[in-house]
Every structure is written in C-alpha cells, then in structure tokens.
C-alpha cells in the first residue's frame, strides 16, 4: 500500500540535502517524503488580496502589501546592528527590519521599484514587519499560480535558517512532481461513498495545493475524518479486545453486606443518578469481563457512597478493594467516611499513607495478604510492590486526573486477573473529549446533586474592596459559619507565592484577632502530621478560617464552611476554581465564592471569572475551558499521543468526531475482526496504525 518512494528519505528530495534535512527532522520531524506531505497547512493566505498600510491593525496575522522602498539605514542596537528599510505605498508608511544577512539584502534590494512584500507585522511607533519575505512585483506577477498560499507549522530555528514557508511550499512542489501522486486510498469503496468523501489522491493533492475554498473544505474534511476515524477504530478494538479476552472477577452475589448496608444503614436516599450509576457497575462486575469504567460527577454529587456500594459487592463475593486518592489529607477523609459507612457492617478497613508507620504497615502487609483487610484506603503509596493482596476484586481511584495511565496499570498487576476499576472523577470532561481519551473505557456520568443543595453564589471582586470582604466573612462567622481563603501557589512562583500566603495571613489575622477568631493555616511546605493536625481543627470548628494553598482543593468535605474565598482568582485555571467552588456548598446553608483579583486582568482571565459568576455547571465549564485551553493542555501530557492531532482539531471538528466513531462503531459491528473483503483496505490500515503508534505514517 505504501509505494516506497513515500519512504524516501528527505535527504533525497531534490532542493533539501544533509543540512536541511538534519533541520527538518529535528524541528518537524519529518523523516521521509511521507512526513513532508503530511505537514498539514495551519491556514491559508488569500494571496489575492493586498492590504494598504493604512488598513492595518494590530491584531492582523500575515500581510501582504505592495509598495516601494525610499531609502535604508543601518541602526545600531545593543547586540549588533540592524538594517531598516522605510517602505510606502500610497496609503502611508512602515519599517522593514532585518537582524541578519544585511549585507545580502542591501546590496540586492532595488530602491523605488514595486515590491511585493509578505510577513507579520509589529507594532510600536508605527508599523514595521521584520525579516518579509519579498518579490519583485513584477516576479509576483509571473508567480501567482496559486490564490491561497497554505502557511505551514514552522519553528523559530527553521525560519532563522532560511526555511521560510516560501521553500516549504516549494519542496511539497517538488514532492509532488517527484511522487506524482502515487497514493492508495486507505478509505473503503463503501465509507467513501457513503459520506461523499474525495480520494486519498485528490485530498493531499488540495490541502497543500488548494484552487479555491470549496475543494479545500473537502480535501480537510476527508483528512480530518481518516484522522479521527483510525483512532476511534483503534479505542473501540481495544474495548472490545478487553471485555472478549480480559477476564475480571465476575461478582455474581448481592449478598449480606450489600444488603444489610442498603436496607439498614444507608444515611439518605440515594438520587436517581446515583441508583442508575449503580446498576451500570453492577452489571459489569457480575459478567466475567473486566469493568474499566469512568465515573464523572460534578463536586458534591455523591460518587464516595457509589464506590463504597460497589466495595460491598466486592466484599460480598469474597474479595477484597482499595481506594487510591492523589492526597494524604482525601485519602484520610475518605478513610473517615468509609469507617463511618462501615458501621454495624464488620467490615476491616484501614488507611495506608506515606507517612504510615513501618509497625503499622507490617500489620497491613500481614492483613492484606490472609484476606482479614476487606477494604484499604490511601495514596500512591499503595502502589508499592510490597502491598499484595489475597484477592483484590476491584480498585478505585478518586480524582484520576492526578493519576497517569502508567499508573492505572500498575494496579492490574496486583492480582492474577486484573481487578475490576472504577475510575471517580469530578472535572467533567466534555463529552467528545472523553470519546478520544477514554474512548476505550465505559463512562457513568453522575449529573444530579443530592436534593435540598442550594447553588453557590459567585461574585469577583476587586483588591480594593476587601474591607468590605472581611465585613462579609465576620457576619457569615457569626452565623455560626466557617470560610476558606485559597492562595495560589505555583511551582515556578513558590517562594513569592509563600510569601504571598504568610503576608495574608498576617492581614487576615490582624482583622480576626484571637481569642475571638481561631485561624488555621495549611500549605504544602508543613509536615503532613502539622497539615492534618490544622485541617482537624477546621474540620470540628475549632477554627472558623482556613487559609490554605490549593492542597485543600480536592474532596476536602466541611459542610459547616460556607465561604470560598480565592485570591488572585485571575492565576487559576478554571478547573482549579470549579474544583475549589466546590468545598463549599455542602451543607444546607447558602454558600458564597468570591473571587478576588486585581484590576489588570487578560482576557481569558475576565472569561474565567466571567464563566464562574454565570454557571455552576461542571460540564459548562469544561466546556468553556477546553475552548480557552484546548485539549492538550487540559488533559496534561500523558495522553498527549491521542490528542497530538495533525489536521483535526478536537473542539472545532466536533461533529466529524462523532461522526467518524459512528462509522467506527458500525463497521466494527458488522464486521468485528475486519475480515470482510470490502473492509481489507481497513484492516490493513489499522495494522499499520496500530504496529507505529503514529498514525499519519501509515495512514497515507
Ligand atoms: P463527591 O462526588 O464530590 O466525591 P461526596 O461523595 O463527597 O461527593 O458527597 C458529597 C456529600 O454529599 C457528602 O457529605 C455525602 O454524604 C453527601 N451525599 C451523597 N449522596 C447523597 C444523597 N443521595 N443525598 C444526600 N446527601 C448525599
Ligand atoms: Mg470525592
């Protein structure tokens, strides 16, 4: 399928040699022609339209502009030297700047003739646009072929070298010369015609060489669906490979504890949602395969009682569970709770910590491995190889984003058949997002809160209006209620943001002095014993204010605090703020979030800050923040490979997302293993995927 000439490496493409293609590999890594051709155009220049100098605005990507040169100077600077070019059409004037090659350009450049020039404009005193490429007008005229000029993905060392987009665009030309468009399609006859899609041929052909909008609209959209299509193929093979081939515990009995804990202890009703949520586990772990399931459910929603129900099943059956949360103080809450939901039941469970001592864990170790430990509770660290269970059943683990996949896998290892695991968490992760991340993986979605919940007021207030904050914190203690103050604190800014930290402390201790107002601090350079020995205090109302970095941010759970007051709201992400929102609001009482910032403020901070006033809605607000930050940076590096697409776009191409699973789907039902003789150009792609985890070599 892949003629070998698209494995030729670039050395070889006529016009790149050894020191070009070094460059190229390193900054692109475009190893072979096949790499080249699909370094996908980031956007198109209309190359028919010429701005006028007087049209243009800061915010203007690439221009183009006709004009001539008056006169150049050479200006000193601090490091070397500069050469400016005064430029004028007959709108006004601008700089052209060069850093480099001045002897080059100077001796080269024609005074008073027309130019056509093309770059990136800055501002400051006026307009200038360094290093343009340029041609004569009268070339440009001879040249213009093409309408649209496609921009590629460019680096800073390459256009420092001379690898402008104008050679881009030359060596895809001579590529295509080369190849003459020797490619298979890697689309079936029957997906092809069923959504109208171009040829694999034509497609390449106009996304880099495209004649006009219409063939281009085309040429991306059959791209972009092949792109996501072999992804969505690959995470629905592998579900359906794990749940035929991995085996998991089936937990066939509603037993005793389940039982006892439902009719006899349960401490509310449970909602619709979580009643649902239940009878989708129970139905995974009582069939044979291996439950991989991510529950989502806003703060507050209630998912610690829905993983305790399904420990009782565990138990029942005769195995053992554990709970793995991304922090000493939740794994010590949870390990509270879940004392407490234990109740009455004989139940063992104990708390396994970093900081646990070795006494301590002996006796765990022991517990584990004759099976008198049903449930274990704690951090990372019971990941270590010298926790073994007799029979561990099922693994939870709370607030996965904290967690990389590596270290999921590495609690399948803990039985012979990997146990059965429940993924909790309460950053929403907007629906087509978690199709490409979790594709593979069963999702519950928790989307009601416990009745009688009033939502949380949010307002953003200034610096300058604290005063009238603190007023607000003295009536809400005196009505019994206790508040939060979260300080950022970010790892590259950790020294000014402890100071930050300690300096409102000492305001804030000033304006509640004791014996009136008790305080308690908690941040991350304290000694895990001092954190939860202060984190108790606010806990049983000891104190009535906790000031705290962001350690307080996950699952923390007081429901007499009814403040949230965030500092420097501005620098938070607006996960981080939703997650922080929600330590309050969980009592009956109104609860308030104030978010405090300074004046100066960028604009996606205002969206931010804006989101958060408007809606308490989880999935609204990853919705908001997978448009501010895009899916990379949101689901952090570990799956960067799902997400490191090359012409979709996970947000804008939303729809073609859905529609490339659903055919992925279908196909798959049809014909599980591929085997049919329409779908071989299928199969075979897909093994070509899945043996090179990057897809856009073998997908050509
Ligand atoms: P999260 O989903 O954020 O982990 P939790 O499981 O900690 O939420 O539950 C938040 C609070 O709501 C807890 O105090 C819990 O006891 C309570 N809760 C959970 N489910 C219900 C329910 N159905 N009715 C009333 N309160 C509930
Ligand atoms: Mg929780």
Same mark, same amino acid.
């Given at each position: 399928m892949n003629s070998n000439i698209l494995q030729t490496?670039?050395?070889?493409?006529?016009?790149?040699?050894p020191s070009r293609a070094t460059l190229l590999r390193a900054e692109?890594?475009?190893?072979t022609y096949q790499d080249l051709i699909n370094l996908f155009p980031n956007r198109y220049i209309d190359k028919t339209h010429y701005y006028k100098i007087?049209?243009?605005?800061?915010?203007?990507?690439e221009v183009q502009i006709v004009g001539k040169i008056t006169h150049i100077k050479m200006v000193d600077q601090k490091r070397g030297k500069r050469l400016v070019a005064k430029f004028m059409d007959d709108t006004g004037d601008m700089e052209l700047v060069w850093f480099r090659g001045h002897k080059w350009i100077k001796e080269n450049l024609k005074l008073n003739t027309p130019y056509v020039i093309f770059g990136k404009t800055k501002y400051y005193n006026g307009y200038s646009m360094p290093h343009p490429e340029m041609e004569l007008l009268t070339e440009h005229e001879k040249n213009l072929k093409i309408s649209m000029q496609p921009v590629y993905p460019s680096t800073e060392k390459l256009s420092n070298k001379g690898i402008s987009n104008r050679v881009i665009s030359k060596m895809m030309q001579q590529l295509f010369a080369e190849t003459q468009l020797k490619f298979y399609d890697t689309l079936s006859e029957e997906i092809l015609s069923e959504l109208k899609l171009i040829s694999k041929r034509e497609a390449v052909f106009h996304v880099h060489f495209p004649k006009n909008q219409e063939i281009l609209a085309k040429a991306q959209y059959r791209l972009k669906f092949e792109e996501l299509f072999y992804i969505q193929l690959q995470l629905i093979i592998k579900k359906l490979i794990r749940k035929q081939k991995i085996k998991g515990y089936p937990f066939t009995e509603v037993g005793t504890y389940f039982n006892t804990f439902y009719n006899d202890h349960l401490p509310f009703t449970l909602t619709n949602a979580q009643k649902r949520v239940i009878k989708e586990i129970r139905k995974d772990i009582g069939s044979s395969a291996q439950m991989n399931r991510l529950l989502q459910g806003d703060v507050?929603?209630? !998912?610690t009682i829905v993983g305790f129900m399904a420990m009782l099943l565990a138990i029942d059956n005769g195995f053992q569970a554990c709970l793995m949360a991304p922090t000493a103080i939740l794994a010590s809450q949870h390990y509270q709770g879940i004392t407490e939901l234990t109740k009455g039941l004989d139940i063992q469970v104990k708390l396994l910590m970093g900081s646990s001592k070795v006494k301590e864990r002996r006796i765990i170790h022991e517990e584990l491995e004759n099976g008198t430990l049903h449930i274990l509770i704690g951090t990372?660290?019971?990941?270590?190889?010298?926790?073994?269970?007799?029979?561990?059943?099922l693994a939870i683990i709370d607030e996965?984003?904290?967690?990389g996949v590596a270290q999921r896998a590495k609690?399948?290892? !803990?039985?012979k058949y990997p146990p059965h695991i429940l993924v909790m968490t309460a950053t929403p992760i907007p629906r087509t997002l978690a199709m490409s991340l979790y594709g593979d993986l069963d999702i519950s979605v928790i989307d009601e809160l416990p009745p009688g919940r009033k939502s949380i007021k949010t307002v953003h207030r200034y610096d300058s209006n604290r005063l009238k904050v603190f007023k607000f914190m003295a009536e809400e203690i005196a009505k019994g209620r206790q508040v939060y103050i979260v300080y950022p604190l970010i790892q590259e800014s950790e020294a000014m943001d402890y100071k930050d930290l300690m300096d409102g402390y000492e305001s804030i201790a000033r304006s509640f002095p004791a014996p009136r107002y008790q305080i308690s601090i908690v941040h991350g350079q304290m000694k895990p014993a001092d954190k939860e020995y202060e984190m108790a205090r606010f806990v049983k109302g000891e104190t009535q204010i906790m000031v705290a970095?962001?350690?307080?941010?996950?699952?923390v759970n007081v429901p007499n605090a009814s403040v949230m007051i965030i500092e420097?709201?501005?620098?938070?992400g607006l996960s981080q703020l939703h997650q922080l929102r929600?330590?309050?609001?969980?009592?009956?009482e109104q609860s308030f979030c104030i978010l405090m910032t300074g004046f100066k403020l960028s604009s996606d901070s205002k969206t931010r800050l804006e989101t958060m006033v408007r809606t308490n809605d989880g999935f609204d607000i990853a919705e908001v923040d997978l448009k501010l930050r895009g899916p990379g940076d949101i689901m952090g590096t570990q799956q960067s490979g799902v997400l490191n697409l090359k012409i979709a776009d996970m947000v804008r191409d939303n729809d073609i997302l859905k529609t490339a699973r659903y055919y992925a789907m279908k196909i798959l039902k049809e014909d599980p293993s591929l085997a049919l003789e329409k779908n071989h150009v299928l199969l075979y792609t897909y093994q070509q995927v899945a043996k090179h985890k990057n897809i856009w070599n073998y997908i050509s």
């Open positions: 490496p670039i050395d070889y493409l006529k016009g790149v040699g692109l890594g475009i190893h007087n049209e243009l605005q800061r915010t203007t990507a507050g929603s209630g !998912k990372h660290a019971l990941l270590e190889d010298k926790v073994k269970f007799k029979n561990l059943g996965q984003h904290r967690f609690l399948w290892h !803990k039985n970095t962001t350690v307080i941010e996950v699952g420097s709201a501005e620098r938070f929600g330590r309050v609001g969980r009592g009956a």
